[in-house]
C-alpha cells in the first residue's frame, strides 16, 4: 500500500511541475493565390508553447501531410493545384505535450485565369444643345444655340451635320465648345437643309437636336419685254409691248424706256423710268418724216434684261397745192409794230444750244403762248457775231427743235427765233454759243518732285509742251490720306502756268497721296500720282506718340448710334459715333467716314469721303426718303462694314400744333410735361414712332442742345420728366420712319413749369412776385388743363385777393372765403381768427366758402385756379391731418397748424 501510494504522489509531483496540456489552437485560412494557402494561428497563453503541428490533404481524399511549425502566427503552404479545395488542421506543441488537433477548415485556391476587368464608370455626357436655329440667306446660314448643361464634365466641342434633306448626313463639322454660333456657306438657294447638332466630351456624346430651314431663293434680272410694236403719227410714236411671265425670283421692278434719233449715240438717248406695269410709251412733239430709235428694258434689284429695240418713223403729210403758202416773208430786224388788237403769239421760251460740237449745234425751245391764234410756225436767223442773220429758214410749228450743221469751228454764234401766225411775228428769242475749237486734253505734268519737312511738303513739277489745241488753263491738285482713291482726294484748282505747291500743318512721318491733273475745256489730263511722306519727329519729346487702333482685331467695327435729322427741306444733319474714337473727339490718324446715301427712286448710291460729324447734306431733293449709312476706313487695308441705314424724309409734312397740355409736380424741384401734337397728314409711310426734343432756356438758336427722346406707336403724346421749377423750356416733335426722322416741327413750341414751393420758405405776394410776373407764370393755364399738385397766383391789381396757405400763396378773384389770412407786402402774416366769419362749424364754412370763390371765378371769366378745399369731419370740424398745394400739415380741430408738416409726396410718412 505504501508503494502505491508513493506512485501516485510522483504522477502528481511531475505533472505539477510541468503544467498540462495546451487546449487546441485557434486559426483561419485563406487562399491568396491559385498555388498557396495561408494560415494566421493565435499564439496560445501557455509558457511552455513551443511551435505547431500542421496536417493537410485534399479534400477530395489523398494522404495526409505533416509539417511542423516554430513559434509563428502565420504561414503560407504553397505548391497547391488551382481551383482546388483543401483541408488543413492544426495542433499545439509544448515542453508539457501537444493539444489535441483542431477541427479541420476548408477552403479553394483561386483560379489561376487572369481576373476579370473591373466594371468601367459609368460615362458622364451633356445633355442636347438648346434652341438650336438658322438664319438663312439664299447662299449661307448663320446657326446658333445655347450651351446645354455639361452634369459636371466639361464639353470640348460640338459636331454639326448638314445636308439636304435626301442626303442630311453629306457635311460633318466639328466646332470648338465656344462661340455657340458658326457661318454656313457654300449652299444652294431656294433649298430645303437639315441640320443636326449634338454636344460632345470625354466620355461620350449628347443625342443630336435637328432642325430644318430652307434658303432664300436667289433673285435673277428679269426677262425682256415681248411683241413690241409702234404706231407712228406725224409728230408722235405710240409704242406698246406685252409683258413676260416672271416668278418672285425675277420679279420685275420698273421699266426704263430710252429714246431718240435713229443713229445717236446711246449716251444722247433720254431715258425714263416707269412703274412695272407699264405696256405702252408715247413720244411727242417729234420731226415729220424721222427715223427714231426706242429701246425697252425691265429692271430690278438684280439688274436688267437684254434691251428690245424698235426703230419707228413718223409720217409725212403732203400738202395741197390749192393752198396759199405758209412761208412768211423775211423776218425784219425789228418786229413790225403791233395793232391793238392784233393776236400774234409770244417770245420762245427757254431757247439753248445743246450738244455742240465744232460744226453744229442743236437748238431747242419751248411752244410759246399763242394769245388765241394758232402759231403756224418759227423763222430762225443765225451766224457769227459779226453777221448773225447770215442764214435765215423757217421751220414748222412742231418739234420744238433743230439741227445746226456746216457751222465753223470756235467761233462764237447767235440765233434768233420768232414765232408767227396769220397776223404776225412774236419778240426774237435770242441765245449765243460757241462751237467747239477741235482742241485736245492736255498733256500730263512732268518731273514731280516733294521735299517733305516735319509739317510740310513742297512739290515742284514742270509743265510739259503744249499749243492751242491742248493747252493748259487749270491744274487740279488732289492732297490727302495715303491710300484715298483719285475720286474721293480734295481738290485744289490752280492756274494753269503754276509749278509749285506747298502743303502745310501736316502729321510728323505720315504718308499722304498726292495727285495732280491738267485741265482745259476739253477734260482732264491724265493724272500723276505720288506718295509723299513727313519726316520724322527729330526728338522722343515731340514725336506724338502712336495712336491707339480702339479695337481689337484686323476689322474695324462700324460707326454706332447713326442718326439723320431733317433741317430743311434739301438739308439732312447725319449724327454718329466713331467707338474706337473712345470718346475723343479728334482724329489723329488718317481714318476718313465712307457717307453714302439716295432716294429710294435712285438706283445708285451717291458717296462722300468725310472727317467730322455731325456732317451736313446739303441740295437734296425735297420731298424725298432718304437712306443713309456710313462706314469707317482706318486705311486701305482696315475698313468696317456700313452700318444700317436709317431712313429721312425731306418733305414739308410736319408735325403741327405741339403743345405742353399739362403739367406735374411730382417731387421736391421736379416737374413733369405732358406734350401733345397734332400727327402729319398723308405720310409718305407709316409712321412708327415719334422724335421729340427739348432744351431750356429764354430763346433758342441753331447751337441749342436739345435732348432727343423717342416715343414708340403712331400716339401723338409724351411724357418728358424731370425737368426743372420756374424754367422756360422749348419742346419740337418730328415723326419717325422705321429708323429714319423726318423734319422736326418749327419754331419749337415755349412753355414755363412752375415755381416749385419749398417747405418752411413761404412765397409771399410782396414787391419782388410782381402781377405781369405771375400772369407770365400761369399763362400756359389758359385753355389748357389746370396744374395738378401746386395752385399758382393769378393776381390782378384791380380785381383779386392774395391770398398765402402754408408755403404756397395764390390770388382768388372775389372776396376772401372765411377761415383764411391774408399777405402782407412782408413776412408777416395779420388777419383775423381763423373762424371769425363761421356761421356753422369752421371746416364747413372754409370749404363751402372756397366752393363760391370757385364758381365767382368762373363766371367772371378768370383762370380757374385751386383753392384750399379742406378735410372735414362729419360734424364740420378739420381732420388732422390736411394737405393744401405742395405741402401737407397736421392741424388742430379748429383748423389751426400745429408746425408739424411734409411735402405732398411724403404725406404717407406723416403721423398726426
Not at 427765233?417 to 475749237?437: D, R
Amino acid at each position: 500500500m505504501e508503494f502505491t501510494q508513493f506512485s501516485i504522489i510522483l504522477v502528481f509531483f511531475v505533472y505539477g511541475t510541468f503544467g498540462a496540456k495546451p487546449p487546441p489552437p485557434t486559426f483561419s485560412l485563406s487562399s491568396t493565390s491559385p498555388n498557396s494557402l495561408t494560415l494566421s494561428m493565435t499564439a496560445p497563453a501557455v509558457s511552455t508553447w513551443s511551435g505547431w503541428s500542421m496536417q493537410w490533404a485534399p479534400n477530395s481524399g489523398g494522404k495526409k501531410k505533416t509539417v511542423t511549425l516554430g513559434k509563428v502566427t502565420e504561414y503560407t503552404l504553397k505548391g497547391m493545384s488551382p481551383l482546388t479545395t483543401y483541408k488543413v488542421r492544426l495542433q499545439t506543441k509544448s515542453k508539457s505535450g501537444s493539444s489535441k488537433f483542431a477541427t479541420w477548415k476548408t477552403v479553394t485556391t483561386l483560379d489561376d485565369a487572369p481576373p476579370p476587368p473591373p466594371e468601367p464608370a459609368t460615362p458622364i455626357i451633356p445633355e442636347a444643345p438648346q434652341n438650336l436655329a438658322a438664319d438663312p440667306t439664299t447662299t449661307s446660314a448663320s446657326v446658333t444655340w445655347e450651351a446645354p448643361a455639361d452634369n459636371g464634365a466639361e464639353i470640348t466641342g460640338y459636331r454639326l451635320t448638314y445636308g439636304t434633306l435626301d442626303n442630311p448626313t453629306a457635311n460633318t463639322v466639328n466646332l470648338d465648345p465656344t462661340p455657340t454660333q458658326t457661318q454656313l456657306d457654300g449652299l444652294m438657294d431656294n433649298t430645303q437643309y437639315r441640320l443636326s447638332l449634338l454636344a460632345y466630351n470625354a466620355d461620350g456624346e449628347s443625342s443630336p437636336v435637328s432642325v430644318d430651314f430652307q434658303t432664300m431663293q436667289e433673285k435673277l434680272p428679269p426677262p425682256p419685254v415681248e411683241n413690241i410694236q409702234s404706231t407712228p403719227q406725224e409728230t408722235s410714236v405710240e409704242v406698246t409691248w406685252t409683258l413676260p411671265a416672271t416668278t418672285t425670283a425675277d420679279a420685275i421692278e420698273s421699266i426704263a424706256v430710252s429714246f431718240g434719233e435713229e443713229g445717236a449715240p446711246i449716251s444722247d438717248l433720254q431715258t425714263s423710268d416707269f412703274a412695272s406695269n407699264t405696256v405702252t410709251f408715247t413720244a411727242e412733239q417729234l420731226s415729220p418724216g424721222t427715223r427714231y430709235t426706242v429701246s425697252v428694258v425691265t429692271v430690278n434689284q438684280q439688274g436688267q434684261s437684254d434691251p428690245v429695240t424698235i426703230v419707228a418713223e413718223t409720217t409725212i403729210t403732203i400738202p395741197d397745192p390749192t393752198e396759199a403758202p405758209t412761208d412768211p416773208p423775211p423776218p425784219p430786224t425789228q418786229p413790225p409794230p403791233e395793232e391793238p388788237d392784233t393776236p400774234i403769239p409770244e417770245m420762245p421760251q427757254n431757247l439753248r444750244a445743246t450738244s455742240v460740237t465744232e460744226i453744229s449745234a442743236r437748238l431747242m425751245w419751248e411752244k410759246p403762248i399763242d394769245n388765241g391764234a394758232d402759231i403756224i410756225g418759227y423763222v430762225l436767223s443765225y451766224g457769227p457775231m459779226d453777221d448773225p442773220v447770215a442764214n435765215t429758214q423757217t421751220l414748222p410749228v412742231s418739234p420744238t427743235q433743230f439741227d445746226l450743221y456746216g457751222l465753223q469751228t470756235d467761233i462764237q454764234y447767235s440765233v434768233y427765233i420768232t414765232a408767227y401766225n396769220g397776223k404776225g411775228q412774236s419778240f426774237p428769242a435770242e441765245v449765243e454759243f460757241w462751237t467747239s475749237s477741235g482742241r485736245t486734253l492736255p498733256p500730263p505734268v512732268e518731273d514731280v518732285q516733294s521735299y517733305p519737312t516735319e509739317n510740310s511738303v513742297y512739290i515742284t513739277w514742270t509743265l510739259p509742251s503744249v499749243d492751242r489745241t491742248n493747252e493748259i488753263e487749270t491744274i487740279r491738285l488732289g492732297f490727302g490720306p495715303y491710300g484715298t482713291s483719285l475720286d474721293y482726294l480734295p481738290y485744289l484748282n490752280l492756274e494753269g502756268d503754276t509749278q509749285t505747291y506747298t502743303a502745310e500743318r501736316l502729321a510728323p512721318g505720315t504718308r499722304y497721296s498726292v495727285a495732280i491733273i491738267t485741265q482745259n475745256s476739253e477734260g482732264d489730263g491724265s493724272p500723276v500720282q505720288i506718295t509723299v511722306q513727313t519726316e520724322r519727329a527729330r526728338t522722343v519729346a515731340t514725336r506724338p506718340p502712336p495712336p491707339d487702333k480702339g479695337y481689337v482685331g484686323d476689322t474695324p467695327p462700324a460707326p454706332v448710334e447713326l442718326r439723320a435729322t431733317v433741317i430743311s427741306p434739301t438739308t439732312i444733319r447725319v449724327d454718329f459715333t466713331d467707338p474706337t474714337l473712345q470718346g475723343r473727339n479728334d482724329i489723329r490718324d488718317e481714318r476718313y467716314y465712307r457717307l453714302r446715301y439716295k432716294t429710294e427712286q435712285e438706283r445708285n448710291f451717291q458717296f462722300m469721303n468725310i472727317r467730322e460729324t455731325p456732317y451736313t447734306l446739303e441740295y437734296l431733293k425735297p420731298e424725298s426718303i432718304y437712306q443713309i449709312d456710313v462706314k469707317l476706313v482706318i486705311d486701305r487695308e482696315a475698313e468696317s462694314e456700313f452700318t444700317e441705314a436709317v431712313v429721312a424724309f425731306t418733305g414739308e409734312n410736319v408735325v403741327r400744333d405741339v403743345t405742353a397740355v399739362q403739367l406735374l409736380v411730382t417731387g421736391p424741384g421736379r416737374v413733369d410735361a405732358i406734350i401733345n401734337w397734332i400727327p402729319p397728314e398723308n405720310p409718305p409711310r407709316a409712321i412708327t414712332g415719334y422724335a421729340v426734343e427739348y432744351a431750356d432756356g429764354y430763346y433758342v438758336t441753331s447751337r441749342s442742345e436739345f435732348i432727343r427722346v423717342f416715343v414708340n406707336g403712331n400716339t401723338p403724346k409724351a411724357m418728358i420728366e424731370g425737368l426743372s421749377g420756374d424754367t422756360t423750356y422749348h419742346v419740337r416733335v418730328a415723326p419717325r420712319f422705321g429708323s429714319g426722322i423726318g423734319r422736326f416741327s418749327d419754331p419749337p413750341d415755349a412753355f414755363l413749369t412752375p415755381l416749385i414751393p419749398v417747405a418752411g420758405q413761404p412765397l409771399y405776394c410782396d414787391d419782388a412776385e410782381t402781377p405781369d410776373r405771375i400772369r407770365e407764370r400761369v399763362a400756359w393755364m389758359r385753355g389748357r388743363s389746370g396744374l395738378i399738385g401746386v395752385p399758382l397766383p393769378y393776381c390782378d391789381d384791380y380785381y383779386g385777393v392774395h391770398e398765402c396757405h402754408g408755403s404756397v400763396c395764390f390770388c382768388i378773384p372775389g372776396s376772401a372765403p372765411p377761415g383764411t389770412k391774408q399777405c402782407s407786402r412782408g413776412n408777416q402774416l395779420y388777419g383775423d381768427d381763423p373762424n371769425a366769419y363761421a356761421t356753422t362749424a369752421p371746416c364747413d364754412a372754409e370749404y363751402e366758402a372756397a366752393r363760391e370763390a370757385i364758381d365767382e371765378a368762373s363766371k367772371a371769366g378768370k383762370p380757374l385756379v385751386e383753392v384750399r378745399l379742406p378735410y372735414c369731419t362729419q360734424d364740420g370740424y378739420y381732420q388732422s391731418k390736411q394737405c393744401l398745394g405742395s405741402m401737407c400739415y397736421c392741424s388742430t380741430r379748429e383748423g389751426k397748424h400745429t408746425g408739424k408738416e411734409v411735402p405732398i409726396w411724403e404725406a404717407q410718412t406723416l403721423v398726426c
